[in-house]
């Protein structure tokens, strides 16, 4: 049917795709440590894949392989002549193609999750499976002869048909898709200019060209939507033969010149962590597989706070004076935090003063999100609910009090967790006169959650947060909550806090975690007391690690990363 370099032209180069979006000027470009990674004894080698726990995916010879921690596995369709292993997920399910010798100019798409399953697009020739995400949604390119090729998403029940809807773009192929179901894909055409372009696919199609080139490959892309791929100066060719590699990231290409490489090279998929792989040719014109680490100077870090706001007003106010560091401080002015809060007790934001400063963390850019567990977890931390009728809140009664009521003005807490979130949301929504807003996030206090805990999240559309990367986060958050102001201790000593935050920041960093995540309590006197000798102790620990730091700085910044992190599963606590 279709000629092998036909073939190898939508195959090999796993995504050719356009980015007709200018180069943004005047920032500053990624440095990457870099590695080559060639199958023991072969003649050439290509990295295909690679997931967040560092597993990598590519082909040498006629073969596939599986590279995980300094070993290969070979990985070979059964019967088949060729295989080629192109995509993996974090749960480690493998997608890539093989032929047969019976049929040996035609591809079959397989799914590898400890056995081998084809799959093909009803009434195709030919299927290429390229890319897979942790939901196992697969995308790829269908065809058969006489047919133009069309690209597909398959969910493990069906497929859909994916095709740009340019006028003259008649081929469309899909290669690689992300966990927030963006993908990125190429286009080509008999009236569709000259080149093969890309596109980005994300609820509508945008096409990706890099400045000036004649075709663009978009190859691969991560959930923070970095785009990786390969363009060159020519109509049509295969990124292992010609082209460079590029990564697309925040409006802005840059091209890899990694050591060794000749003119040729094309990176075809990047992961969370921001690693790359792909192939390049040495001076000879040998065929190898690279992986490119960034090397990261600076690391972000995300505050939360739980257990407030302290809303009793004959006591200290401690996340009055917490927002007052955050704005101003001897670190960094103008951090941004997110705050997990009760939003109902009589002494949190269930007071006047309590409801002010929900408002007031609102109000000065901070994301507000529910601290909140339910019955049936173990130590159910209920929201301290109030056990009084609303009309006796001393907060503006009325549209606001009205959300505390369920059904005939029982108090929070008798009808579980579902209907308690559903409170806590519209108190929040009112508070801030915006029924729009979207808390989005919440925490289970002590981490501690089950099954009909997480039921009664999703219920409600809000995602379980956790908290530090210091491989035990509660020691954290124990240490912190010790003894704090509002359960009548003096708080915990800031020598202790203060190194359990040096210890947990130094361990993300030596996990390769560069954005942290930290879990404090705006109700603990101490840590009100002390915030600002805490965030000298956070700059001091990356510095000894070799790190500058960052706090987050925008609202929209802080729910990035808690949504990276839930999409990566990071909010199990690493």
């Given at each position: 049917m279709k000629t092998k370099l036909i073939t190898t032209l939508v195959?090999?180069?796993?995504?050719?795709?356009?980015?007709?979006?200018?180069?943004?000027?005047?920032?500053?470009?990624?440095?990457?440590?870099?590695?080559?990674?060639?199958?023991p004894g072969a003649a050439s080698t290509i990295l295909y894949g690679i997931n967040d726990v560092g597993q990598i995916v590519g082909s040498y010879g006629c073969r596939g392989f599986l590279f995980d921690n300094g070993s290969f596995q070979t990985i070979d369709f059964p019967g088949a002549k060729c295989t080629e292993a192109w995509g993996i997920n974090n749960g480690g399910q493998?997608?890539?193609?093989?032929?047969?010798?019976?049929?040996?100019?035609?591809?079959?798409?397989?799914?590898?999750?400890?056995?081998?399953?084809?799959?093909?697009?009803?009434?195709?020739?030919?299927?290429?499976?390229?890319?897979?995400?942790?939901?196992?949604?697969?995308?790829?390119?269908?065809?058969?002869?006489?047919?133009?090729?069309h690209g597909f998403l398959f969910d493990g029940s069906g497929f859909q048909t994916i095709k740009v809807p340019y006028s003259g773009c008649e081929c469309t192929a899909a290669h690689g898709i992300n966990n927030v179901g963006q993908a990125v894909g190429s286009y080509w055409g008999s009236e569709c200019g000259e080149g093969i372009h890309g596109f980005l696919f994300d609820g509508g199609f945008q096409a990706i060209n890099f400045p000036d080139a004649v075709s663009t490959a978009a190859l691969g892309i991560n959930d923070r939507g970095q785009i990786v791929g390969n363009y060159s100066g020519y109509s049509g060719w295969i990124p292992s033969q010609i082209g460079i590699?590029?990564?697309?990231?925040?409006?802005?290409?840059?091209?890899?010149?990694?050591?060794?490489?000749?003119?040729v090279?094309?990176?075809?998929?990047i992961n969370n962590a921001g690693q790359l792989v792909g192939s390049y040719r040495d001076l000879y014109g040998q065929l190898h597989g690279f992986l490119a680490t960034p090397v990261v100077s600076c690391v972000t870090v995300l505050l939360t706070f739980d257990d407030g706001p302290e809303g009793d007003e004959?006591?200290?106010?401690?996340?009055?004076?917490?927002l007052n560091t955050l704005s101003t401080n001897s670190v960094q002015e103008g951090i941004k935090a997110t705050f997990f809060?009760?939003?109902h007790g009589q002494h949190w934001g269930g007071s006047e003063l309590g409801a002010n400063l929900l408002y007031a963390e609102y109000a000065n850019g901070h994301v507000v999100s529910i601290h909140q567990g339910g019955k049936g977890?173990?130590?159910?931390?209920?929201?301290?609910p109030h056990t009084k009728r609303v009309d006796t809140f001393p907060y503006p009664v009325g549209a606001c009090g009205e959300v505390l009521k369920k059904g005939e003005g029982e108090p929070v807490g008798k009808n579980g967790l579902e209907s308690d979130l559903v409170a806590a949301i519209r108190r929040l929504r009112c508070l801030f006169l915006n029924s729009n807003y979207n808390p989005e996030f919440v925490r289970p206090p002590m981490y501690i959650y089950n099954a009909s805990v997480l039921d009664a999240y999703n219920s409600q559309a809000v995602k379980c947060e956790l908290g530090n990367c210091d491989g035990d986060g509660l020691k954290m958050?124990?240490?912190?909550?010790?003894?704090?102001?509002?359960?009548?201790?003096?708080?915990?000593l800031p020598s202790v806090v203060s190194e359990t935050l040096k210890r947990s920041v130094k361990n993300c960093l030596q996990q390769k975690i560069y954005e942290i995540v930290l879990t404090l309590h705006d109700s603990n006197d101490t840590t009100a007391r002390n915030l600002n000798r805490y965030l000298n102790d956070i700059r001091q620990a990356a510095e000894e690690e070799g790190f500058t730091i960052k706090f987050v700085e925008s609202e929209s910044e802080a729910r990035e990363i808690l949504n990276r992190r839930w999409i990566a599963g990071n909010w199990q606590g690493n």
């Open positions: 195959l090999v180069s796993l995504m050719i795709s356009l980015l007709s979006i200018s180069a943004v000027k005047g920032q500053e470009e990624s440095s990457y440590s870099f590695t080559t990674i060639d199958f493998i997608v890539g193609g093989y032929v047969t010798e019976e049929d040996p100019e035609d591809w079959y798409g397989f799914l590898y999750d400890g056995s081998f399953q084809t799959i093909m697009f009803p009434g195709s020739d030919e299927t290429y499976a390229f890319g897979i995400n942790d939901a196992g949604q697969i995308v790829g390119h269908y065809g058969k002869e006489g047919w133009f090729w590699a590029f990564l697309y990231d925040n409006g802005t290409f840059q091209t890899l010149n990694f050591p060794y490489f000749t003119s090279s094309a990176a075809y998929d004959y006591r200290f106010n401690s996340t009055s004076s917490v809060t009760l939003t977890c173990k130590g159910p931390h209920v929201n301290q958050i124990l240490t912190d909550n010790k003894g704090t102001g509002d359960s009548g201790g003096p708080g915990p």
